[in-house]
């Protein structure tokens, strides 16, 4: 699965991002990357679907704390 992400601009950002949909269940890989103006795209393996209230909880809080406010920005299977 690809996802693109906004509100990711540096490093830390990418690690947050990564960090927080590694940590969904079902997710067994997941690569970051920033592509530019605030995005990144996101490269994930899934064991299982996983519904996209589960992304949109894991980027929240992953934003906590951050000056950023990480949000799905589009998705492609």
């Known amino acids: ?3 693109y992400v906004s509100g990711v601009t540096c ?3 990418v690690e947050r991002v990564r960090n927080a949909l590694a940590g969904i269940p079902g997710v067994t890989w997941v ?6 103006e605030g995005r990144a795209r996101a490269e994930l393996v899934l064991s299982r679907e996983i519904r996209m209230g589960e992304v949109e909880e894991a980027l929240e809080k992953a934003s ?3 000056p950023h406010r990480y949000s799905m920005a589009g998705i492609e299977d």
């Not at 690569?31 to 530019?36: D, F, K, L, N, S």
């Open 64 to 66: 906590q704390g951050t």
């Open 31 to 36: 690569t970051v990357e920033v592509i530019g």
């Open 11 to 13: 490093s830390r950002c």
């Open 1 to 3: 699965m690809r996802m």
